[in-house]
């Protein structure tokens, strides 16, 4: 039967200024961040399906704090995301040579409900990079200090002709929407 899965990641930074200042756009101090999640995983040859509920969490200790804010600023905000996905093969012949075709859906929900951050710091938080990865991400920030609410589903689907004999790909072709 399908295992459980849970994760607890954390960490303490310190940030600073070379020049020892501090200011609204660029505060200094503590931040320490955890995300957890708990997810379940049903997997079988040729399909998976997991739903996950997660936390990210963040906390601050900030040198100075913008006037009529506070030092110590935090929050929690939970995620849902249900992720499903296919993997159909076939063989075909491609200009004579022999090549494995896979034809791969997938499907990710999630609900990530929204937080007021414009009071936090952003120490190191931009928007992603637009890729297959960042597509079928659940946050659309990198870094830690933002978290992106979200109610969507993305579909996409993934073809790939792989070598039969060394296994190597030799082409990739993705479509997606969110």
């Not at 200024?17 to 320490?32: C, E, I, K, V, Y």
């Not at 494995?100 to 990710?108: A, D, G, S």
């Not at 009071?119 to 920030?141: G, H, I, K, Q, Y």
Request: hydrophobic fraction near 35%; charged fraction near 20%; aromatic fraction near 10%.
């Amino acid at each position: 039967p399908p295992a459980w899965r849970g994760s607890l990641e954390t960490e303490v930074n310190r940030f600073t200024r070379s020049d020892g200042l501090a200011s609204a756009t660029l505060p200094t101090g503590w931040r320490w961040h955890a995300v957890g999640q708990l997810s379940r995983p049903w997997t079988a040859p040729g399909w998976w399906l997991t739903p996950k509920v997660a936390f990210n969490a963040a906390s601050y200790s900030l040198d100075e704090a913008p006037l009529g804010q506070s030092r110590s600023p935090s929050r929690v905000i939970p995620t849902l995301s249900l992720d499903g996905g296919m993997v159909f093969e076939r063989e075909v012949k491609w200009f004579g040579q022999s090549r494995r075709q896979t034809l791969e859906p997938r499907i990710l929900y999630v609900n990530t409900p929204y937080r007021n951050q414009l009071t936090l710091p952003n120490f190191d938080s931009a928007d992603r990079e637009f890729n297959l990865v960042s597509l079928f991400s659940e946050n659309a920030f990198s870094g830690v200090d933002r978290v992106s609410d979200a109610h969507q589903v993305t579909l996409g689907a993934t073809t790939r002709l792989i070598d039969t004999t060394t296994g190597a790909q030799t082409l990739r072709v993705a479509l997606g929407q969110r």
